[in-house]
């Protein structure tokens, strides 16, 4: 009973739940919650020196750390997902800001963008060079601007005008990624070949206002040309936010990402999915298909059982797929489930919430 191939039956157990478990007798849900990721991708122990490991996990927890700081204190989850993506993006270690790969032609082009799942505001920015943070140029989009993306010169000029933090491209250069670039012209590989793992950074949360935040940054991949942009900047492939379902951030192999849809196409799943059991749990045919249920004024929003969550993340990443593509998405819902889903190896990934919860993982198996 998977995903949403079966909606009659699965709305049928919704009922019975709704029935069979007074609202009292159920579980508290987290105030707040966090994922985060630094990327998913072929990423084996055996590849893996104990104290390459061990940088990593330590990286992930202190960004992990600073989102987790924001929504403890009471602050919004807009500001969570940029204090995590910050620290990734100032880590050479990931795909992002400093540490990001090269392109065909020697460069950096960053991607970025950043949602809020309470108004659906959205801002992005694509192929840009010398940003620090583009996380923080995408949120300027958002606020100070009346559009939604910026790309390459254009976003580069709003970026100065806004006084955002500019480097000198040597900033962003590593002798990993130079090596990778120069391995891929010599011998003719692909991007997939030689960056193995894919290294986008990206944070989720849900504060304790109930309101939702999705962000994602990256350098894209090795050796892309043609000013190629991937999913990370496009709403709705690499990033999406809604508080009726759920806020995402992805990372893989982009072009996919973006033909499946593949953070909105979850989110939507969600939504559909509580609409359904709000519908059984009224008892009634609503008279219009309202996405934000004002047809059933009466009721709560519905929770979902991180079981059906987990379903609904696994089935999109596995048309990803079908299709050929490889990733993984991380994501919380306004229950303050925070959850990951990868078709990959490994990912480099961890979640926080206010009952305690507090990991960080790299491989599949753990
Ligand atoms: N999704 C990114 C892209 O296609 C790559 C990554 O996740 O590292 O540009």
């Known amino acids: 009973m998977r995903g949403f191939s079966a909606p009659i039956v699965r709305a049928l157990a919704a009922l019975c739940v709704a029935f069979a478990v007074p609202a009292a007798a159920q579980e508290a849900e987290p105030r707040w919650s966090i994922a985060i990721h630094g990327g998913a991708g072929t990423i084996a122990r055996e590849n893996m020196t104990p104290e390459q490991d061990a940088a990593y996990r330590a990286a992930l927890q202190q960004a992990l750390d600073a989102g987790k700081a924001v929504l403890a204190g009471g602050g919004v989850a807009l500001d969570a997902v940029e204090a995590v993506i910050t620290r990734l993006e100032d880590d050479e270690k990931f795909n992002a800001g400093r540490g990001a790969v090269f392109t065909w032609d020697g460069t950096h082009e960053l991607d970025s963008s950043i949602m809020d799942g309470r108004t659906r505001e959205a801002g992005a920015v694509a192929g840009v060079t010398g940003i620090r943070h583009p996380i923080l140029l995408a949120r300027k989009v958002m606020t100070d601007s009346p559009h939604v993306m910026l790309a390459g010169d254009g ?19 590593t002798e990993a990624r130079r090596e990778a ?13 030689v960056d193995i793992k894919f290294g986008t950074v990206g944070a989720v949360a849900l504060d304790s206002h109930g309101d939702m935040a999705a962000g994602t940054s990256t350098g894209g991949m090795t050796g892309k040309r043609w000013g190629r942009i991937g999913d990370a900047p496009v709403i709705g492939a ?16 982009g072009e996919y990402f973006i033909r499946v849809g593949v953070a909105q196409e979850i989110c939507t799943r969600l939504r559909l999915e509580r609409f359904i059991d709000a519908t059984l749990a009224a008892d009634r045919i609503p008279t219009l298909v309202s996405p934000d249920h004002a047809d059933l004024p009466d009721m709560p929003m519905q929770r979902l059982a991180d079981g059906t969550t987990q379903d609904i993340a696994d089935d999109v990443m596995d048309e990803v797929k079908a299709l050929g593509g490889d990733g993984g998405i ?7 489930h925070a959850l990951f889903s990868f078709n990959t190896s490994g990912m480099y990934r961890g979640r926080a919430t206010s009952d ?11």
Do not use: H
């Open 356 to 366: 305690g919860v507090n990991e960080v993982a790299i491989y599949s198996d753990e």
């Open 238 to 253: 690499g990033t999406y936010a809604d508080n009726r379902s759920c806020a995402i951030s992805a990372t893989g192999w």
């Open 181 to 193: 670039l120069e391995r891929m012209k010599v011998e003719k590989l692909s991007a997939l070949d």
């Open 330 to 336: 991380i994501l919380v819902t306004p229950e303050g």
């Open 155 to 173: 976003a580069e000029a709003f970026a100065a005008e806004q006084g955002l933090e500019l480097m000198p491209p040597e900033w962003f250069d």
